[in-house]
């Protein structure tokens, strides 16, 4: 694998799976459907293909039937009830012309894994794979691999299958998307449907859809999946955009990516978790660059539904920027998906991320978002923090755990400005919170990073609240107004804590999600239209 190969400039269609073709007869189905797959549980089935032009076309799931016309180039598509979980595999028909059946379909969670080629590295050539791969017998869980494909337009089609996660299918699967796929299926006992869509060395612009304008490696390998329902996406990317030294304009692009897709896929909710670089000493990272696309990833913390995974503790080699472990990667991942998705309560889920800086006298005191039981990973004394007074000029400093503040000083730095950790590409520092997790590196001067932390309701509201955040709220417990197609508008009393970790009481009126009971629709919530007003009051746990 050529890690940095990238092509720029050329489309690799082929006609036989990807144009659908002017001329057509039989009903014929996109590979994403298929037997054998997994449909996203609690969310409409949409099934779509492709027909001779006003040929009706039937289609039918479990007790449910819904007939449509294909329209004059040949397209249709149903949208059937959303099925539950219950571990039985369904039968769907599809009759037009000819009839098609899908066997042995699952009903669970669906996740695409996506990036480059830490993402697309094969569970083959990771630490542990014998092992891995001799106990990858899960019937449970299935797999489908996207082929590399770049087009200058939308692509209709993959050419792909699913596959069950055997011994024979998953050496050359992706290792963090199996083994994130792997804890799901752990923790939450539903089937697992596991779509990797990645290629080595490419940069996120490929990936990402703005404004009606979309990379090649979005339309080949993404945009013929948009009509699956998916609950989130992992993302494993960065190193190429490390080289061409976008700094802090990556949290833009990120921000461009998670929205395109989230409107693509017509879920504002998509989960996005994301995996924090790792250090390496390769010169094509310049000086500087690593650490400022880190505070980038961690600046998209700020999005709602979206985590990261801290990996400067996973490093086997400096010198190799794939490292090897990707079992904590993808459990990591798997973490934030679990307390942040699916609102798993008493997980930690991210190591210590930095919130703010207090001069007291000669030191420093600086507060974390989970930190929780912060220690040495190894022992030692905690390393990779320094300081730095009014002249800007950065020495080694001493740090010190003090309850779930740490404490940094230096016998050179009289009155302290700033302080930055694990502020380099070699980085390798040693602290972790009480479940292990790692800090991730941070700099104090105008830091844009976000916590990700999950504040959840009072137990006193009636119903939970899950995912909140500042900038977004949803309604765990289903809401109706007296319309389906009507909006509703809350008046939120919440304690919020800011990064200073003062609270203060306020009342204002939020867009709002709402799950509608029956229909299991979001309604979009706006301030301009009539409202209903609630109070509920948030507080920080």
């Not at 955009?241 to 990556?250: A, Q, S």
């Not at 007003?533 to 746990?541: G, S």
Request: with cysteine; charged share 20%.
């Amino acid at each position: 694998m050529k890690c940095y190969f990238l092509p720029t400039a050329f489309s690799l269609l082929a006609a036989s799976f990807i144009n659908t073709c002017a001329v057509r007869g039989d009903v014929k189905l996109p590979a994403v459907l298929d037997s054998h797959m997994v449909v996203q549980r609690d969310q409409p089935v949409r099934i779509w293909g492709w027909a001779e032009a006003g040929e009706e076309v039937t289609v039918t799931l479990a007790e449910e039937t819904q007939k449509t016309v294909a329209d004059g180039a040949g397209r249709w598509l149903v949208e059937l009830k959303a099925q539950e979980a219950d571990g039985k595999p369904r039968q769907i028909r599809v009759v037009g012309k000819n009839t098609i059946d899908l066997e042995d379909v699952l009903v669970g969670e669906v996740w695409i894994g996506s990036g480059q080629s830490n993402m697309e590295w094969q569970l083959k050539n990771t630490t542990g794979s014998a092992e891995a791969i001799a106990a990858a017998d899960h019937a449970d869980v299935r797999l489908f691999h996207v082929p590399k494909v770049q087009a200058d337009k939308i692509a209709d089609d993959v050419n792909a299958k699913w596959k069950a996660c055997t011994p024979e299918n998953v050496p050359t699967f992706s290792a963090v998307l199996y083994y994130f796929g792997k804890r799901l299926h752990d923790d939450l006992n539903v089937p697992i449907g596991l779509i990797n869509s990645s290629w080595g060395g490419s940069p996120i612009e490929p990936w990402t859809i703005k404004g009606g304008n979309s990379g090649g490696m979005y339309n080949g390998m993404i945009a013929p999946l948009t009509n699956v329902a998916v609950k989130g996406a992992i993302w494993y990317q960065g190193e190429t955009n490390v080289i061409r030294k976008n700094k802090l304009t990556y949290a833009d692009k990120m921000k461009d990516l998670i929205e395109g897709w989230r409107k693509e896929f017509r879920n504002d909710e998509l989960a996005f978790h994301f995996v924090q670089i790792a250090p390496w000493s390769g010169e094509r990272y310049e000086p500087g660059q690593l650490p400022a696309l880190w505070e980038a990833q961690v600046a998209t913390l700020k999005i709602p539904h979206t985590g990261m995974a801290v990996t400067t503790d996973l490093v086997d080699n400096i010198a190799d920027i794939h490292p090897r472990n990707k079992l904590d990667v993808g459990n990591r991942l798997a973490l934030w998906a679990l307390a942040g998705t699916y609102g798993r309560r008493g997980m930690t889920y991210s190591g210590p991320l930095y919130k703010s800086l207090k001069i007291d006298g000669s030191t420093a005191r600086l507060t974390f978002a989970h930190a929780d039981g912060m220690n040495s990973r190894d022992g030692n004394p905690l390393r990779e923090f320094q300081i730095a007074g009014e002249s800007g000029e950065f020495v080694d400093a001493t740090a010190e755990i003090d309850g779930n503040v740490i404490v940094v000083s230096a016998e050179s730095v009289a009155t302290p400005t700033q302080v930055r950790f694990g502020w380099h590409k070699l980085a390798n520092p040693n602290l972790i919170n009480g479940a292990g997790l790692p800090a991730s590196p941070f700099q104090t001067d105008n830091w844009r990073g976000g916590t990700g932390r999950v504040i959840r309701a009072n137990s006193a509201l009636t119903g939970p609240m899950v995912a909140w955040n500042p900038n977004c709220f949803r309604v765990a417990r289903p809401v109706r107004s007296e319309t389906e197609k009507s909006a509703l508008q809350f008046t939120f009393s919440y304690v919020f804590c800011n990064p200073g970790s003062e609270l203060w009481m306020n009342q204002l009126s939020f867009p709002v999600r709402c799950s509608s009971t029956g229909v299991r629709k979001r309604i979009p919530v706006r301030r301009s239209m009539n409202a209903t007003h609630l109070k509920m009051i948030f507080r920080a746990r």
